[in-house]
């Protein structure tokens, strides 16, 4: 067995006894943003990674999942295990046809590699443009990525922070891909939700195939409350990003957990909390039918019905 290292000082771990939601989810629901962490001693993390988590592995994800009332995961390769996705492909295959894995490779994977991971349940790569978490990304490798998936039907998930947006719209916009941002493209929530930076986001849904993760509204917030101690009215400030974004692409948004919330520094959210906020930002069951069951089927498992 290898050396295990030890948590990056000062790390949240995951939120240990959650509540159970008074939101009742619709049947199918997805949680389309997740993770797993190792175990480490199972699966080392990657020595270029930029931080050191808590285990997080499928089986807690699993029994979460139950616990909250979802049906299905989307599991997003973590940065802290690198292009070696070996604990999320374990997972996505423990999970049978509830879930699907979104990885990250190199670009000098080979065909037959992307086939296996396409076999597995693998459907998109993640490119992560957030410099704290990983050294620049060349877009030349990343162009060549993402044209070696688009024969599979693969798409492109994008996370990056929104002052970086004016930058890379045009690489992103000439990926030949659906493209799906993580956590609304991160945006500035102190600053209104009609100004010229997210708007300029939401144009760039609009004008482009793009879906939009409503995600982390935890990682978001810079006054809160937060969605502890069974608190039902969490992360005000963030509600108006996610319903404008719901309002305006209903037929292209997705949620997930984000767990086990990576890097969070101020607080650890109790996930079924996290479930409770979703009717904030859609406030009717058609918005959340298509939010949490048709469009993670649509994009996930296309050909079912749901």
Known sequence: ??????????????????????????????????????????????????YTPCDGGKDQLFALRDHLGLARNVIVQATCHGADNSAMLDAVRAAGDRARGVATVRSDISEKELRQLDAAGVRGVRFNFVRRLVDASPKDALRTIARKIAPLGWHSVLYFESADLPEL???????????????????????????????????????????????CPE???????????????????????????????PDRVLWGTDWPHPNLTDHMPDDGLLVDHIRHVAVTAE????????????????????
């Not at 159970?20 to 480490?40: E, K």
């Open 169 to 215: 719209e045009p690489f992103f916009a000439a990926l030949p891909t659906p493209l799906v941002v993580d956590h609304m493209g991160r945006p500035d929530v102190g600053k209104p939700v009609d100004g010229p930076e997210f708007t300029r986001f939401l144009r760039f849904v609009d004008h482009n195939d793009v879906w939009v993760k409503v995600t």
């Open 219 to 249: 990682r978001l917030t810079v006054t809160g409350p937060a969605a502890l101690d069974g608190e039902q009215h969490a992360y005000t400030d963030v509600v108006p990003f996610g319903r404008r974004v719901v309002e305006e692409f």
């Open 1 to 50: 067995m290898h050396t295990l290292a030890p948590k990056t000082p000062g790390w949240l771990d995951w939120y240990q006894d959650p509540s159970v939601p008074a939101l009742r989810l619709p049947a199918g629901a997805v949680d389309a943003h997740c993770h797993v962490f190792g175990p480490q001693a199972e699966f080392a993390f990657a020595p270029e990674r930029k």
């Open 287 to 306: 918005q959340r039918h298509k939010l949490l069951v048709a469009n993670p089927t649509r994009l996930y498992w296309p050909g079912e019905d749901a």
